[in-house]
Nanobody, 113 residues
Framework: QLVESGGGLVESGGSLRLSCEVD????????MMWYRQPPGKQRELVAA???????NYEDFAKARFVVSRDNPKKTLVLQMNSLQPEDTAVYYC?????????WGQGVQVVVSS
């Protein structure tokens, strides 16, 4: 089970911190990702925190977002700074190991101009 929290409404230039609490899997074995789906668009990758502790970001997230994981707490975090209206989307937590994948229910982020 993956449960996201921390979404909401924020003004342009503001910050939000998303969290994903995980239960029911061996968290440390899984690659963890944040995806987002803007209104009327396809779901896209935002950032990843892999089981080997490496991270990677899509270009739009570099320098503004920071992804981190806490294995003992089984939590994935996305710190989002300098938010822009184009960051408005439903943000999803994803856990993946080989051919097994789990999704959270998503959390809404709205950035007003």
């Amino acid at each position: 089970q993956l449960v996201e929290s921390g979404g909401g409404l924020v003004e342009s230039g503001g910050s939000l911190r998303l969290s994903c609490e995980v239960d029911g899997i061996v968290f440390s074995f899984y690659d963890m990702m944040w995806y987002r789906q803007p209104p009327g668009k396809q779901r896209e990758l935002v950032a990843a925190a892999h089981a080997d502790r490496t991270t990677n970001y899509e270009d739009f997230a570099k320098a503004r977002f920071v992804v981190s994981r806490d294995n003992p707490k089984k939590t994935l975090v996305l710190q989002m700074n300098s938010l822009q209206p184009e960051d408005t989307a439903v943000y999803y937590c994803n856990a993946r190991q080989c051919h097994t994948t789990y999704w959270g229910q998503g959390v809404q982020v709205v950035v007003s101009s």
